[in-house]
Nanobody, 127 residues
Framework: QVQLVESGGGSVQAGGSLRLSCEAS????????MGWFRQAPGKEREFVAA????????FYAGSVKGRFTISRDNAKNTMYLQMNSLKPEDTAEYYC????????????????????WGQGTQVTVSS
């Protein structure tokens, strides 16, 4: 059973950058497809980005494509989300998620497809 812990959230002005980390323990990290989701107050949780177990395939929501970069270091059991050119509408609680998969190139886009979740880290972007 993998456990996930996010870190790196904080407050930043519009146009700034943050890097979120998601450290995993209790599983073989490279065998998990990973994703980032976010949830703003009063809104549903939404997909942000996904990465395959090998790290070779990534996918982004249209709202963050070109500004955010998802990556992973399987040797460090850690996934990252580099967020640049932040906007006030990026303000949300950010969650990392994992799902075991036998296919290193597989990734998932729906929150219902993930089986393991972190506790979240808050990102606040002021105008």
């Amino acid at each position: 059973q993998v456990q996930l812990v996010e870190s790196g959230g904080g407050s930043v002005q519009a146009g700034g950058s943050l890097r979120l980390s998601c450290e995993a323990s209790g599983g073989t990290f490279g065998s998990y497809a990973m994703g980032w989701f976010r949830q703003a107050p009063g809104k549903e949780r939404e997909f942000v980005a996904a990465i395959s177990g090998s790290g070779s395939i990534t996918f982004y929501a249209g709202s963050v494509k070109g500004r955010f970069t998802i990556s992973r270091d399987n040797a460090k059991n850690t996934m990252y989300l580099q967020m640049n050119s932040l906007k006030p509408e990026d303000t949300a609680e950010y969650y990392c998620a994992a799902r075991a998969t036998a296919y290193s190139g597989r990734y998932y886009l729906g929150s219902i497809e993930y089986h393991h979740w972190g506790q979240g880290t808050q990102v606040t972007v002021s105008s």
